[in-house]
């Protein structure tokens, strides 16, 4: 069974750092397609980045130069770095993966097929 768990969502000011972690289970992350996502009650799940197995990132315009995804093959882990945080960016964040599919790009949450519970972050200004 495959799991997906996300940790290190808390409260910061604004300007702030946060570092997300998803950590796989029964999955070798580092080859599959792994996205993150972010979401606020009422609102839709919004793509924020993405890393396919080839190692190729996307972002939002939303956060480019300012958050960073990368992998841990070590570890079996995907980290969200997030810098210079704003009170938009206050949201559930959610990891995601999909084994066995391709995917390019940033792509809707509708293509993953296996999420993790979820890690609030909370900006305020």
């Known amino acids: 069974q495959v799991q997906l768990v996300e940790s290190g969502g808390g409260s910061v000011q604004s300007g702030g750092s946060l570092r997300l972690s998803c950590a796989a289970r029964g999955v070798d992350i580092n080859k599959e397609e792994v996205g993150w996502f972010r979401q606020n009650p009422g609102k839709k799940r919004e793509a924020v980045a993405a890393i396919d197995r080839e190692g190729v990132i996307y972002y939002a315009e939303s956060v480019k130069g300012r958050f960073t995804i990368s992998r841990d093959n070590a570890k079996n882990t995907v980290f969200l770095q997030m810098n210079n945080l704003k009170p938009e960016d206050s949201a559930m964040y959610y990891c995601?993966?999909?084994?066995?599919?391709?995917?390019?790009?940033?792509?809707?949450?509708?293509?993953?097929?296996?999420w993790g519970q979820g890690t609030q972050v909370t900006v305020s200004a």
């Open positions: 995601a993966a999909a084994p066995g599919s391709r995917l390019y790009g940033l792509v809707p949450s509708e293509a993953y097929n296996t």
